[in-house]
């Protein structure tokens, strides 16, 4: 039988491995739609289109790297109810930081690089087109490292 904490460790655990996920899935739809319908006219610019195209996948596996530290190093082992408890409120709230900033930089850097990607398709900008949905990616990072300084801390 689990005990309390490590049934609300793993819920936080998944709510960041989800969020993330969701997050990512749907920004990749918003950019991969954007780019076929760009390259569907000039398949050239497939190259300078992935990267803005893929940059909503990273909150995905920063989620699922939380998930991973979080599941193999702190999951509350057979204490006292109490402690168990507590140490499983601890891994959820640590979890949350990726979660929350990974679901909604994901959905914000999709509309950036979407508008990237229609400029792009109109002119050749280079890669410092991506610069704004990449300046984005900023914010999940600090969501991850947070999370990470957490879950190690506890």
Same mark, same amino acid.
């Given at each position: 039988?689990?005990?309390?904490?490590?049934?609300?460790?793993?819920?936080?655990?998944?709510?960041?491995?989800?969020?993330?996920?969701?997050?990512?899935?749907?920004?990749?739809?918003?950019?991969?739609?954007?780019?076929?319908?760009?390259?569907?006219?000039?398949?050239?610019?497939?190259?300078?289109?992935?990267?803005?195209?893929?940059?909503?996948?990273?909150?995905?596996?920063?989620?699922?790297?939380?998930?991973?530290?979080?599941?193999?190093?702190?999951?509350?082992?057979?204490?006292?109810?109490?402690?168990?408890?507590?140490?499983?409120?601890?891994?959820?709230?640590?979890?949350?930081?990726?979660? /929350?900033?990974?679901?909604?930089?994901?959905?914000?850097?999709?509309?950036?690089?979407?508008?990237? /990607?229609?400029?792009?398709?109109?002119?050749?900008?280079?890669?410092?087109?991506?610069?704004?949905?990449?300046?984005?990616?900023?914010?999940?990072?600090?969501?991850?490292?947070?999370?990470?300084?957490?879950?190690?801390?506890?």
């Amino acid at each position: 039988m689990y005990s309390t904490g490590y049934v609300i460790a793993v819920l936080g655990i998944a709510l960041c491995v989800v969020l993330c996920g969701v997050g990512s899935g749907v920004g990749l739809y918003k950019t991969a739609s954007a780019t076929a319908g760009v390259l569907s006219e000039n398949p050239k610019k497939f190259g300078k289109l992935i990267v803005l195209m893929l940059l909503p996948a990273t909150q995905g596996l920063y989620g699922f790297l939380i998930a991973i530290i979080a599941a193999s190093t702190k999951l509350p082992p057979l204490l006292t109810a109490e402690a168990a408890t507590a140490q499983g409120w601890a891994i959820f709230a640590a979890c949350l930081p990726m979660a /929350i900033s990974g679901f909604i930089s994901a959905f914000f850097q999709a509309k950036a690089s979407v508008n990237c /990607i229609y400029a792009a398709a109109k002119q050749d900008l280079g890669f410092t087109v991506a610069m704004g949905p990449a300046m984005i990616e900023f914010y999940a990072l600090l969501g991850m490292v947070i999370s990470i300084i957490i879950v190690l801390g506890i």
